[in-house]
Each structure stands twice: as C-alpha cells, then as structure tokens.
C-alpha cells in the first residue's frame, strides 16, 4: 500500500477521530500521524516525505514538519541526516526494555493513585473500564476486527488510572510507554480477541480501585505488563 493511501486511512481512524474541530494544523498533522504510526499502518522503515503528507492532510509544510519533530521526541519517528523522516524499526531488546520501564513506573503509580485516589477519580476508572467493557462485548458478537477501538478504550482506562497518583511526570512518560506498547503490538500481534487474562487482570484493577487496595493493584499491573511480550512477540 503507498504511504499517502496509508495516510488517507488515518485520517479517519479511532484515534484521529478524537481531534476536536478547532485544534491547530499542527494537532492535526500530529494526530493522523500518531494514528497511522499505532495502528501499524505506517510500516517500520517507512519513509515520510513531506511532500506526499502535505498532499493527503492539505497543509503546508511547517505544520507537517513541527509534527514530525514532536514524534521524534516522541520516540515515534526516527530521523537522519541522509534518511530524513522514517518510522523506526522494531527489535525484541527495544520492546523488552519497553515492558521492563513501564512495569516499573506504572505499577509503583497506580499503587499510589488506588491509595489516594479520591471519589471522583474512582469514579472515572470505573466509566472507562465500562466503555472498554463494551468495546469488548461488541467486538466479540461481530465479524469485525475491534482492534483499534479496543487499543483506544484500553489506554483510556490505564491513563485514567495512572492520573489518580497526581504525577504529571509519570503521566507523560507512561504516555510515551503506552504509545510504543501499542505499536509494538499493532505490528506482532496475533489475530483474534484478546485473551481472558488481559481481561480478568482489568477486573482486578477494577476491584483494587474499589477497595484501596494499593499492593493487589502494584502486584496486578505487574503481572498484567508481563503478560505482553507472550501476547505480540514472535516466539
């Protein structure tokens, strides 16, 4: 598929949709980039050329250029002096280093936001652990694959979760480890719904949550991040 076809898919994903109407150009270049970079469109190695985006989002080069460098930042694109702009190509040892950060960080946050949380934040959890249960319900009684509006539903509650603990730091950084998490996963994972103890672990969460308990929610993102080289990686 040719990159500006990939593009033009973005623009309408999941992800993207989530741009409100008055956003900047750049936001918007940024968003339908990020989206086509998550949902494995945008290939590893893939080259970006400025041109061809310009073209498909219908902007002027600044805009597309000052998004790309907020992906690079970002970790989601990669740039060369020779090369220009190119999508980063995925190895075991980068996604393990991945898993083994966002255990750390997020199990130690998410202990600390189930301790402090207050009602409102609890309440939260639970409206987003709701919406991915129906993503979930929906995905399984149709043909079709959910994959992206399940990847969506999913970071919502993690990150509703981590903004319990009141660390912007630690939102930011999980933010990025999610990202990468979630590419990584477009492009290994293995088709079909997703498995019963993704599932069964989102319940724990929900039940820590509930009852402040902060060592079962530590104890459940840690086995949880675990679970994930299993799921996405080739053996």
Known sequence: MKIEDTLE???TSVIAQNV????SLIDRAYAHLRAAILSGQLEPG????????????????TPVREALSRLVSQGLVATQSHKGFYIPELTQKEFQDIIDQRRLLESA?????????????RESVLDAYHALQEIERTWQASRRDFWNEWEE?????????????GSSWASRFLHMLHDQCTRYRAAMRRAGFISEGVQDDHTQLINAVRTGDGELAEQ???AHVDRLPALCMPS
């Open 9 to 11: 898919r973005a623009v």
């Open 20 to 23: 409100p109407s008055s956003a």
């Open 46 to 61: 893939s080259k970006l050329r400025i041109r061809e985006m310009c073209s498909t989002f219908d902007v002027g080069p």
């Open 220 to 222: 459940t993102i840690k």
């Open 109 to 121: 946050t998410v202990r600390t936001a189930v301790e402090k949380g207050d009602a409102q934040w």
């Open 153 to 165: 539903a999913n970071r919502v509650f993690h990150m509703t979760l981590v903004e319990g603990a």
